[in-house]
């Protein structure tokens, strides 16, 4: 089955930049979205197709493509950006099936 | 505000049946493909299930086919997870979830939630 990979885990301290990668095969041709989940919360969408930011997202967060891997970064992390991150894409096996990525969990130090 | 409250959840026997609900408001419920994803205790998110705006086309996750039912009633503004033969590995949170407008490509609001523990 089709899988996204993501680092388990990522560390920074206030005010630095946070890169979260996503790496799966079929992203050169399929769009990724990024979702921020912080403790006994539902997650919340923060990037759509790849860079777009929903409105009431803070600037701070972007997205970026590169062939296989996709990137979200947070820049000028604050403490409040402590959270799990997923990445999520279409499944390469068909339209209307969807793959999370394994998540992140992102420290603020 | 779009909303969506999840309800039905709870501890059930393995082999046992849980219908979930979602009620829908804020928007408007039958122009959207909606959907089920589930996240086992402190495990990633998992896609279950998602359905078309008229019923008409259903997906499931393989790990579903055949034990899980999703449907809807646009009257109501309601979405419904029915899970038959249930399994200790079902044990999650279970959200509803409304997919993009555009293409279905994505998860825009999800709900908070209902916990459903398979266990003897």
């Known amino acids: 089955s089709y899988e996204l990979t993501q680092p388990p885990s990522v560390s920074v301290s206030p005010g630095q930049t946070a890169r979260i990668t996503c790496s799966g095969d079929?992203?050169?041709?399929?769009?990724a979205y990024w979702y921020q989940q912080k403790p006994g919360q539902a997650p919340v969408l923060v990037i759509y197709?790849?860079?777009e930011r929903p409105s009431g997202i803070p600037e701070r967060f972007s997205g970026s493509s590169s062939g296989t891997t996709v990137t979200l970064t947070i820049s000028g992390v604050q403490a409040e950006d402590e959270a799990d991150y997923y990445c999520?894409?279409?499944?390469?096996?068909?339209?209307?099936?969807?793959?999370f990525g394994t998540g992140t969990k992102v420290t603020v130090l | 505000e779009v909303q969506l409250v999840e309800s039905g959840g709870g501890l059930v026997q393995p082999g046992g049946s849980l219908r979930l609900s979602c009620a829908a408001s804020?928007?408007?419920?039958?122009?959207?493909?909606m959907s089920w994803v589930r996240q086992a205790p402190g495990k990633g998110l998992e896609w279950v299930a998602n359905?078309?705006?008229?019923?008409?086309?259903?997906y499931y996750v393989d790990s579903v086919k055949g034990r899980f039912t999703i449907s809807r009633d646009n009257a109501k503004n309601s979405l419904y997870l029915q899970m038959n033969s249930l399994r200790a590995e079902d044990t999650a949170v279970y959200y509803c979830?409304?997919?993009?407008?555009?293409?279905?490509?994505?998860?825009?609001?999800w709900g908070q939630g209902t916990l459903v523990t398979v266990s003897s």
């Open positions: 979830a409304r997919l993009a407008l555009v293409g279905a490509t994505h998860f825009d609001y």
């Open positions: 804020g928007f408007t419920f039958s122009s959207y493909w």
């Open positions: 359905i078309k705006q008229d019923g008409s086309e259903k």
């Open positions: 079929a992203l050169p041709k399929q769009y």
């Open positions: 197709k790849d860079s």
């Open positions: 999520q894409s279409a499944d390469s096996s068909g339209t209307y099936l969807y793959v």
